[in-house]
């Protein structure tokens, strides 16, 4: 046994699925992971595959309801998430290249944060519209291709926006607050508007997701915090689900695209290509 570390043992293992030229690739290619919570898991499968490096943001600490779907310990309780899992990267691939970033994107971070990275894995919280609007539209101005996940109950949902993509989180979320308008809600209310947005997926989500969403949306109505409740089957599909696309599109096979988007349902056994209007 030695304690060195040799990156091509590390990744014996990922040959016949993995071209050598794709893991170069991979080995060279710089991933943002905004929002450390659910992005855990995206972040701890990336690293096994065989990504090195790493600019990890969020501002929040790591909570006890937490440890049922993310990535992290009961030891970590308290302790800042980026931190957190610059540490589990580490101890994956101790020659990993991690910048953590204690500190929530807005206005003046995003645009360089977005700057040095190849590649933007999006799982900033919703409920922080400003920020997810920011990320968006900044990945699109600076040409990087950006990857966002959602925990759908026992599956998740991942979507592929290219910076020339015309359907985006930016113009869907415009054209919901202008439905929400219309119809004599307020648009700056973050729960009128997602109502709007999980409408255009509901054929497509399992009931038990859509029911829990509902329950979720009404007590925001009446102003009571409630988190979202998530599985960690929903993490792990997240990771695998995005980490496949991301290995597609360095590799330069078809990936599925805005306006479309990949829906996969254990509950259901099914995965489904949802194209949004």
Known sequence: MTDSFDYNTFTTRNKGYISPRTQTSIADTTLLIAGCGMGSAPAVCAARTGFRKFILVDGDVVDAHNLNRQFYGHS?????????LKKHI????????????QANLDATNTADIVSRCDIVFDTVDTVDLPAVIGLHNEAAKQGKPLFTAINVGFGALVWYLPPDAEVNWPSLLA???????EAGGNPD?????YISFIGRLADSLDREVLDVVDSILEKMKEGKPCPAPQLAVGSFSAAALAMTMIHDLLAGYPVVSSPSLVVQSYRAMETKIVTIK
């Open 175 to 181: 054209d919901d607050a202008r439905k929400v308008r």
């Open 76 to 84: 970590d309780i308290g302790l800042s998430k980026v931190e957190c």
């Open 90 to 101: 580490l101890d994956i691939n101790p020659e990993a290249e991690v910048e953590a970033i």
């Open 189 to 193: 209310v973050y729960h009128e508007v």
